[in-house]
């Protein structure tokens, strides 16, 4: 260990001998000039100072700016950096190292990330120092946690890669694109088993559900609920924390992780007392909310800090010009990426993913029971570039690399770990709603109703979960648009939702769920209107005569008792989407039209109601159709010839899993939670890899 240091300390030395001589303000002698030999003395003791400042006053900074915003933070580190580089050559004698400000910051900056290389290099060539330093850091964690030797009973990573879908990653895989997803197939350690989503097919629900063993009343990523009058974001903190509080209320259950787990980049807690990044918490003020820690664990390691702020800038760098290059090749479809949605995806594809990835790493260290963790890089940039795009292709093989990382730690933690690897929901491809017909869904509901329609309305934000981690670090409510806690349009006009080819209309003046009777005796053209729009594939609605029922094209009206024998504009939905539909209509909560897009089947496009050409949230296509990646030594999800169906029921699978392994169990009685009401429609740091510059 002692000589990597050196080896370290070596490298620094002839780094800041080389900026010396190309930087004009940056010297490492006297005025009158030195002999070559004092020169680099000088340099000698300015990198040694610097590499001790680093290792003992950096983590004290990080740890005091913990409470400045995570993206602030990023750009801080550069600063600080510059700051502790002026102190150490401040520290040389004689006073012959000397910069100015914006030179230090440089000068810092590229002697960090020389460093970091450096002494990663070395580690990767020495495994036995590799492995000293894995169990140095383990030990450490045991110490500070529960004395003696880690449990020999394995412990259990879920490791979410969000929007992924089933196709997706078996594509990835045969196109050598994900090797190390690849060699688990191959060589039959792990079992690939695709599962389908309820109708909202997006991570609030599919999320709830996989860690709470509820999604119940869950009708979309947002929708408006008349007894309160506020509008539900899943990826706004009190949304996120209401959502898990009625979960727990509805199962008994406090979640998956309530046992000695961690919750690492998610929504919701899980019941973990381990938080990180967590949305669920995010909105709690005082020492409650540790969800910011994992930035700690992570940023006190300034060659961390550098590499992390430089590959967001890259990646910034490279978001700038994928746009620029699909917008003069004039791609089609295509949306507007500008804004500030290049650091939203910077964000989302360096910044969570690498802070995600060293809690984890962590976690295993310290030998936790249970970790949940979720990478939203895919689903953001599959949002705005197309899920089978070039770009999406780049982010899943860095995703394939962190997989790789994290196999790699589970040979050194204090216990054994086996790695289950899912997804959410997948993304369905095609052009926007707008982009086709040249209005929005608010649009055509406004005309239907006899209301003025704007020549130019306002465009529908992403719903992307990386979004609201942005805000949310930032200390920005999570509000997007007309998504205000209590809309503050005419109660009479129609409040229209949309999530992913998903829509939702209310009307906030009527107390209950309107009838399709009472929608057409107020809006008779309404109805109409949308269902024989060609854009769209299906309403929901309820009817006084038959209940709910499903409307279509040319006046198609099916009771939903009568689907399974006449689908009718379902068809070509498969052969779930009627239970899905069903189990939808009994929430309290759904809304007076549910509006699903049309649905192209030979080439599996929707037509997204926001401004995505890769979306979900609603039936059509691949968006429902995720995966589950699991060790061949845990039981099979499903019978053999079953099929695996809803977030619920993947719930009670890693549930039997983790019971499998002697990991942690719910302290739940299993005859008091099986089945849920709703059920029956349903059958530390470790230094990551940098992946992104």
Same mark, same amino acid.
């Given at each position: 260990?002692?000589?990597?240091?050196?080896?370290?300390?070596?490298?620094?030395?002839?780094?800041?001998?080389?900026?010396?001589?190309?930087?004009?303000?940056?010297?490492?002698?006297?005025?009158?000039?030195?002999?070559?030999?004092?020169?680099?003395?000088?340099?000698?003791?300015?990198?040694?100072?610097?590499?001790?400042?680093?290792?003992?006053?950096?983590?004290?900074?990080?740890?005091?700016?913990?409470?400045?915003?995570?993206?602030?933070?990023?750009?801080?580190?550069?600063?600080?950096?510059?700051?502790?580089?002026?102190?150490?050559?401040?520290?040389?004698?004689?006073?012959?190292?000397?910069?100015?400000?914006?030179?230090?910051?440089?000068?810092?900056?590229?002697?960090?990330?020389?460093?970091?290389?450096?002494?990663?290099?070395?580690?990767?060539?020495?495994?036995?120092?590799?492995?000293?330093?894995?169990?140095?850091?383990?030990?450490?964690?045991?110490?500070?946690?529960?004395?003696?030797?880690?449990?020999?009973?394995?412990?259990?990573?879920?490791?979410?890669?969000?929007?992924?879908?089933?196709?997706?990653?078996?594509?990835?895989?045969?196109?050598?694109?994900?090797?190390?997803?690849?060699?688990?197939?191959?060589?039959?350690?792990?079992?690939?088993?695709?599962?389908?989503?309820?109708?909202?097919?997006?991570?609030?629900?599919?999320?709830?559900?996989?860690?709470?063993?509820?999604?119940?009343?869950?009708?979309?990523?947002?929708?408006?609920?008349?007894?309160?009058?506020?509008?539900?974001?899943?990826?706004?903190?009190?949304?996120?924390?209401?959502?898990?509080?009625?979960?727990?209320?509805?199962?008994?259950?406090?979640?998956?992780?309530?046992?000695?787990?961690?919750?690492?980049?998610?929504?919701?807690?899980?019941?973990?007392?381990?938080?990180?990044?967590?949305?669920?918490?995010?909105?709690?003020?005082?020492?409650?909310?540790?969800?910011?820690?994992?930035?700690?664990?992570?940023?006190?390691?300034?060659?961390?800090?550098?590499?992390?702020?430089?590959?967001?800038?890259?990646?910034?760098?490279?978001?700038?010009?994928?746009?620029?290059?699909?917008?003069?090749?004039?791609?089609?479809?295509?949306?507007?990426?500008?804004?500030?949605?290049?650091?939203?995806?910077?964000?989302?594809?360096?910044?969570?993913?690498?802070?995600?990835?060293?809690?984890?790493?962590?976690?295993?260290?310290?030998?936790?029971?249970?970790?949940?963790?979720?990478?939203?890089?895919?689903?953001?940039?599959?949002?705005?570039?197309?899920?089978?795009?070039?770009?999406?292709?780049?982010?899943?093989?860095?995703?394939?690399?962190?997989?790789?990382?994290?196999?790699?730690?589970?040979?050194?933690?204090?216990?054994?770990?086996?790695?289950?690897?899912?997804?959410?929901?997948?993304?369905?491809?095609?052009?926007?709603?707008?982009?086709?017909?040249?209005?929005?869904?608010?649009?055509?509901?406004?005309?239907?109703?006899?209301?003025?329609?704007? /020549?130019?309305?306002?465009?529908?934000?992403? $719903? +992307?979960? *990386?979004?609201? @981690? =942005? #805000?949310?670090?930032?200390?920005? !409510?999570?509000?997007?648009?007309?998504?205000?806690?209590?809309?503050?349009?005419?109660?009479?006009?129609?409040?229209?939702?949309?999530?992913?080819?998903?829509?939702?209309?209310?009307?906030?003046?009527?107390?209950?769920?309107?009838?399709?009777?009472?929608?057409?005796?107020?809006?008779?053209?309404?109805?109409?209107?949308?269902?024989?729009?060609?854009?769209?594939?299906?309403?929901?609605?309820?009817?006084?005569?038959?209940?709910?029922?499903?409307?279509?094209?040319?006046?198609?009206?099916?009771?939903?008792?009568?689907?399974?024998? /006449?689908?009718?504009?379902?068809?070509?939905? $498969? +052969?779930? *989407?009627?239970? @899905? =539909? #069903?189990?939808?209509?009994?929430? !309290?909560?759904?809304?007076?039209?549910?509006?699903?897009?049309?649905?192209?089947?030979?080439?599996?496009?929707?037509?997204?109601?926001?401004?995505?050409?890769?979306?979900?949230?609603?039936?059509?296509?691949?968006?429902?159709?995720?995966?589950?990646?699991?060790?061949?030594?845990?039981?099979?999800?499903?019978?053999?010839?079953?099929?695996?169906?809803?977030?619920?029921?993947?719930?009670?699978?890693?549930?039997?899993?983790?019971?499998?392994?002697?990991?942690?169990?719910?302290?739940?009685?299993?005859?008091?939670?099986?089945?849920?009401?709703?059920?029956?429609?349903?059958?530390?740091?470790?230094?990551?890899?940098?992946?992104?510059?």
């Amino acid at each position: 260990m002692w000589w990597r240091s050196i080896a370290v300390w070596a490298v620094s030395t002839v780094t800041m001998l080389v900026l010396a001589g190309i930087l004009p303000d940056f010297q490492l002698q006297s005025d009158n000039g030195d002999s070559a030999t004092r020169i680099a003395l000088t340099a000698a003791l300015g990198a040694g100072a610097f590499g001790i400042l680093s290792a003992l006053v950096w983590p004290l900074l990080v740890r005091a700016l913990l409470l400045v915003p995570a993206l602030v933070l990023g750009l801080v580190v550069f600063f600080l950096n510059g700051g502790l580089l002026i102190f150490a050559l401040a520290l040389v004698p004689d006073g012959r190292g000397e910069a100015n400000p914006e030179t230090a910051v440089v000068v810092a900056a590229v002697m960090s990330a020389v460093a970091s290389a450096t002494g990663g290099a070395l580690a990767v060539r020495d495994d036995d120092a590799y492995r000293r330093r894995l169990y140095r850091l383990a030990d450490r964690r045991r110490r500070r946690g529960s004395a003696g030797a880690g449990p020999s009973t394995p412990g259990t990573v879920f490791l979410q890669l969000d929007g992924v879908g089933h196709d997706v990653l078996r594509d990835a895989v045969d196109l050598g694109v994900m090797p190390t997803v690849g060699a688990w197939l191959g060589a039959g350690t792990h079992r690939l088993t695709p599962w389908r989503t309820d109708w909202s097919s997006q991570t609030g629900a599919s999320q709830l559900g996989i860690l709470h063993g509820s999604n119940y009343d869950v009708p979309a990523f947002r929708w408006y609920e008349k007894d309160t009058r506020e509008i539900q974001v899943s990826n706004r903190p009190t949304s996120a924390a209401e959502l898990q509080r009625r979960a727990i209320e509805h199962t008994g259950d406090g979640g998956l992780l309530t046992l000695d787990g961690a919750s690492r980049g998610n929504l919701f807690s899980g019941g973990a007392e381990q938080v990180a990044l967590v949305l669920s918490v995010a909105a709690r003020r005082g020492k409650e909310n540790r969800s910011r820690a994992g930035y700690f664990a992570y940023f006190s390691d300034p060659a961390n800090a550098v590499r992390t702020a430089l590959s967001f800038v890259a990646e910034v760098g490279r978001e700038i010009g994928q746009s620029t290059r699909a917008r003069l090749t004039r791609q089609r479809p295509r949306v507007g990426r500008g804004g500030l949605y290049p650091f939203i995806r910077a964000f989302a594809t360096v910044v969570e993913r690498d802070v995600v990835i060293a809690a984890v790493i962590g976690d295993m260290l310290a030998g936790r029971s249970a970790v949940y963790a979720d990478l939203v890089a895919y689903d953001e940039v599959a949002h705005h570039s197309g899920p089978v795009s070039r770009d999406a292709e780049k982010v899943l093989a860095r995703l394939d690399r962190s997989l790789a990382l994290i196999a790699k730690v589970a040979e050194h933690a204090p216990r054994p770990y086996r790695i289950v690897v899912l997804s959410d929901h997948g993304q369905s491809p095609g052009e926007t709603f707008r982009a086709r017909y040249g209005l929005g869904l608010q649009d055509l509901v406004r005309a239907g109703c006899g209301l003025p329609v704007p /020549r130019r309305a306002r465009r529908t934000h992403s $719903g +992307a979960e *990386a979004r609201a @981690a =942005v #805000r949310a670090a930032l200390r920005r !409510p999570v509000e997007e648009g007309d998504e205000k806690h209590r809309p503050a349009s005419r109660r009479s006009e129609p409040i229209v939702l949309a999530s992913g080819n998903l829509g939702l209309v209310s009307f906030p003046d009527v107390p209950h769920r309107m009838s399709k009777e009472e929608i057409d005796a107020r809006h008779p053209a309404l109805l109409p209107t949308l269902a024989n729009h060609p854009g769209i594939g299906f309403l929901l609605v309820r009817s006084e005569a038959h209940g709910a029922v499903v409307l279509g094209a040319r006046g198609a009206e099916i009771p939903l008792a009568d689907l399974d024998e /006449r689908p009718g504009p379902l068809a070509d939905f $498969g +052969a779930h *989407a009627a239970d @899905a =539909v #069903r189990r939808t209509d009994s929430f !309290p909560h759904t809304a007076d039209i549910m509006v699903n897009s049309w649905y192209d089947p030979a080439e599996g496009e929707v037509l997204a109601f926001e401004e995505q050409i890769g979306s979900h949230g609603g039936l059509g296509g691949a968006q429902g159709h995720p995966f589950l990646l699991a060790p061949e030594v845990f039981s099979p999800p499903v019978a053999k010839g079953a099929e695996l169906v809803g977030a619920q029921q993947v719930h009670h699978v890693l549930r039997r899993w983790l019971r499998e392994g002697s990991g942690p169990q719910v302290p739940l009685d299993e005859s008091r939670h099986e089945p849920a009401p709703d059920a029956s429609f349903t059958a530390a740091t470790v230094t990551p890899q940098d992946n992104s510059a």
